[in-house]
């Protein structure tokens, strides 16, 4: 099992800046890939970005393509998520994601509530 926990979510401002981190421990040898999802209030759940465990490959959903950056680091076991020039439809809550596959994640955070005001 990988246990995950994020952190950094917070109130800010549209245009400004927040970073969340995961931290992910267990059997963090077994991670193929990590991500960022998230979920705003009335709508499903969707992709934010994510990150090749071994080679440090990117990819990132349109919508924040350009705004955020994932990175990640092997030897702390841990994600980031830069997020850059804030819009206030990137409100929702941020969960951090792991996988064994490059398929879907199998493990899940508890979420970060990241609210971005006009």
């Known amino acids: 099992q990988v246990q995950l926990v994020e952190s950094g979510g917070g109130l800010v401002q549209a245009g400004g800046s927040l970073r969340l981190s995961c931290a992910a421990s267990?059997?963090?040898?077994?991670?193929?890939?990590m991500a960022w999802f998230r979920q705003a209030p009335g709508k499903e759940r969707e992709f934010v970005a994510s990150?090749?465990?071994?080679?440090?490959?990117?990819y990132y959903s349109d919508s924040v393509k350009d705004r955020f950056t994932i990175a990640r680091d092997n030897a702390k076991s841990t994600m980031s998520l830069q997020m850059n020039s804030l819009k206030p439809e990137d409100t929702a809550v941020y969960s951090c994601a792991a996988g064994r596959t490059g398929g879907q994640s199998n493990y899940w955070g508890q979420g970060t509530q990241v609210t971005v005001s006009s």
């Open positions: 267990g059997r963090t040898f077994s991670i193929y890939h």
């Open positions: 990150i090749i465990w071994s080679d440090g490959s990117t």
